[in-house]
């Protein structure tokens, strides 16, 4: 749709984009089995934590959960200021998120047991909370990684470009999501709507860098197939020669006017 109605036109590229791309989320398993999947790990990393085990890995946050602080070192608190510009600051709130969700779909799980309800019957009672879970570890997770990154790029040009990235990035998250950093109590109301001005602000100073940042992908004309994604931008004499290839184009008026709208016409 960004692109008008060309976009809908097949020499755009992108009908054949999304018809290879689509299926890509259900040839290895349908999403939400997947989510589910790594929720069972989820729940299991909580009830170590529930019984005194550490856990490790990218699910060592479930060690902060509180009432459950079995490590003798400093626990994160809540932010009580969110620094919409410290990446360090979103993958906190991220990560308070992700245990709440988790410790939440935990406890619901145990009460759909203490019903006398069979472990599948509970399982799939809560699956909505367990697939919240999952999504806000993925994203914890990503978010983490992201932030990571940044310190290893040498260019400080490049590295500032990145860094509003991945500042976008969590705060496009928090913003969509942001009745789970509400009802958790993670952030404020005030602290929302200071993230999404800061949205709005880092949209306007990644753009001059967006075609850049896209070509960094390095997908080359014969990949994309594109007549709207060209490199050398020559967009409208291309759409043209595209349009001179059709079979619809060979011949100035189409033989199916002869055959059947010239006959109609003849006999009004």
């Known amino acids: 749709m960004a692109c008008g109605g060309h976009g809908y036109s097949r020499c755009s590229g992108l009908p054949d984009i999304y ?26 990393s909580y009830t170590q934590v529930s019984s005194g085990q550490l856990v490790s890995g990218m699910v060592s946050y479930l060690n902060d959960l509180p009432g459950q602080r079995i490590q003798p070192q400093q626990v994160a608190a809540r932010p009580a200021t969110l620094h919409v510009n410290n ?40 699956s909505v909370d367990l697939v919240r879970a999952s999504e806000a570890h993925c994203q914890y997770v990503v ?4 932030t990571a990154k940044i310190s290893e790029i040498g260019d400080p040009a490049t590295r500032a470009v990145i860094n509003n990235l991945c500042l976008l990035f969590a705060l496009h998250g928090i913003s969509k999501h942001s009745g789970d950093f509400l009802q958790g ?5 005030a602290q929302i709507t200071q993230v999404n001005q800061r949205v709005k602000e880092l949209l306007a100073l990644i753009r001059p860098n967006a075609v850049a ?14 007549v709207l994604g060209r490199y050398d931008g020559n967009v409208y004499e291309n759409m043209f020669e595209w349009s001179k290839k059709s079979p619809l ?18 006999k009004l």
């Open 19 to 44: 018809v290879n791309f689509t299926p890509s989320c259900t040839y290895e398993g349908e999403n939400t089995v997947m989510m589910l999947q790594t929720a069972r790990f989820l729940i299991k």
């Open 185 to 189: 109590g993670i952030l404020t109301d």
């Open 143 to 146: 978010v983490k990684l992201f």
């Open 249 to 266: 184009n060979k011949t100035q008026v189409h033989e199916s006017f002869h055959k059947h709208l010239k006959p109609m016409q003849a």
């Open 87 to 126: 990446p360090a600051s979103l993958v906190e709130a991220y990560k308070l998120r992700a245990s709440r969700l988790v410790e939440f779909a935990a406890k619901n799980l145990q009460a759909e047991l203490n019903r006398r309800r069979s472990k599948e019957d509970a399982w799939n009672r809560t």
């Open 213 to 226: 940042l896209v070509d960094s992908f390095d997908f080359n004309d014969s990949f994309l197939g594109s």
